[in-house]
């Protein structure tokens, strides 16, 4: 049973920066695909991006390419989401997910394991 723990959001201005870090424990990061979904009131959870195992292959939302960039270190269990240039409707709570099946990388109902979320608003 792998634990995962977000961090990292917060209240930013428009055009500012985060880091989001998602902590693993109880399990070996590096046998999972990791993902990076964001929910916002009153909508479905949606995908932002993903990593294969090992960082073999980066999958990004077309809402977030050339602004977000996930990665990964399986050394310290850890994986991290670079989010700039940001714009409110960013504005969401941010989930990390393991998973650890074939299945499309960028649907949420084929990841294993969850973390609790961080938000992260955007002002204008």
């Known amino acids: 049973q792998v634990q995962l723990v977000e961090s990292g959001g917060g209240l930013v201005q428009a055009g500012g920066s985060l880091r989001l870090n998602c902590a693993a424990s109880?399990?070996?990061?590096?046998?999972?695909?990791m993902g990076w979904f964001r929910q916002a009131p009153g909508k479905e959870r949606e995908f932002v991006a993903a990593?294969?195992?090992?960082?073999?292959?980066?999958y990004y939302a077309d809402s977030v390419k050339g602004r977000f960039t996930i990665s990964r270190d399986d050394a310290e269990n850890t994986v991290y989401l670079q989010m700039n240039s940001l714009k409110p409707e960013d504005t969401a709570v941010y989930y990390c997910?393991?998973?650890?099946?074939?299945?499309?990388?960028?649907?949420?109902?084929?990841?294993?394991?969850w973390g609790q979320g961080t938000q992260v608003t955007v002002s204008s």
């Open positions: 997910g393991a998973r650890s099946g074939l299945l499309s990388i960028t649907s949420p109902w084929n990841y294993d394991f």
């Open positions: 109880g399990g070996t990061l590096s046998t999972y695909a």
């Open positions: 990593i294969r195992r090992s960082g073999t292959g980066t």
